[in-house]
């Protein structure tokens, strides 16, 4: 299949973030692939992005299984000659106190935040680096910089996303490829949603919402992020940032992530 213009690949497009950044970037006149665990609310997504530049492809598999990653970018490949921009939005996280968290959890948390994210970076820019250009967007967190006792190994994992995001770029720099990463604030999505109401029972917190008023309170900006402006940024570093910014991690918190 021919495109015309850029060609993009979101994964965790079955909603929040990655729904709004698939329907954003096919707005801007972007093919999208959507990629997710969930079927249903692929479909849901692929709804909202419409045929407008070219119809989506629907990719629903784990990017956890072996070899997934490398069968994605090569379905990409095959159907559309090519990938211009990789977004790995995909993510897990689960709340637990520091000395009852079990190997389940770190080895699901990792498998998803990690590894998928390192396995698809490589697969997208193998692809990218014969092309001779290309732009990878890694979604990370505060939470990469904070002790977060109840949170570890989704704080870990992001860590390692950061240094996944600086080690690509470097080897992906003298073939044309950028490779940047967002750090988002508390967004209204249904994983900060579930995150927090299961902070708030493990910190003895029966007054959920003052307990979220009280989280709220700490974002110097004085308010929770819009999923659309997290977007937004990711969306410029995609798009239209400088393609000589590469390796930089850009803070979407509203000052949460000051350091």
Same mark, same amino acid.
């Given at each position: ?147 977060? !006792?109840?949170?570890? #190994? ?9 240094? @996944?995001? &600086?080690? +690509?770029? =470097? /080897? ?33 917190? !029966?007054?959920?919402? #003052? ?9 110097? @900006?004085? &308010?929770? +992020?819009? =999923? /659309? ?31």
């Amino acid at each position: 299949m021919a495109l015309e213009g850029k060609r993009a690949a979101v994964t965790g497009a079955a909603a929040g973030l990655g729904r709004e950044l698939a329907v954003e970037l096919a707005r801007r006149g972007v093919a999208v692939a959507l990629i997710d665990i969930d079927a249903k609310g692929l479909e849901q997504t692929r709804a909202l992005v419409g045929d407008a530049p070219a119809a989506p492809l629907v990719i629903a598999a784990d990017l956890t299984a072996p070899d997934a990653p490398a069968a994605i970018i090569g379905q990409i490949e095959r159907e559309w000659g090519g990938l211009d921009i990789l977004i790995n939005n995909a993510g897990f996280g689960r709340i637990e106190p520091f000395l009852e968290m079990k190997a389940a959890t770190w080895q699901k948390t990792l498998a998803v935040n990690v590894t998928a994210v390192a396995m698809m970076t490589i697969a997208a820019g193998e692809l990218m680096k014969r092309q001779g250009e290309g732009r990878i967007v890694n979604l990370t967190s505060p939470a990469s910089r904070m002790a977060l !006792p109840n949170y570890a #190994a989704y704080a870990a994992s992001k860590a390692g996303v950061d240094s @996944i995001t &600086r080690a +690509a770029a =470097i /080897a992906l720099a003298p073939f044309g490829v950028r490779v940047n990463s967002v750090a988002p604030g508390m967004m209204d999505t249904e994983m900060q949603r579930s995150t927090e109401a299961d902070l708030a029972r493990i910190e003895g917190r !029966p007054d959920v919402q #003052a307990f979220l008023d009280e989280r709220t309170r700490r974002v110097p @900006i004085g &308010r929770r +992020a819009e =999923i /659309a402006e997290v977007a937004a940024a990711v969306i410029w570093l995609a798009l239209d940032a400088p393609s000589y910014i590469t390796a930089e991690r850009l803070n979407a918190s509203g000052g949460l992530d000051r350091d």
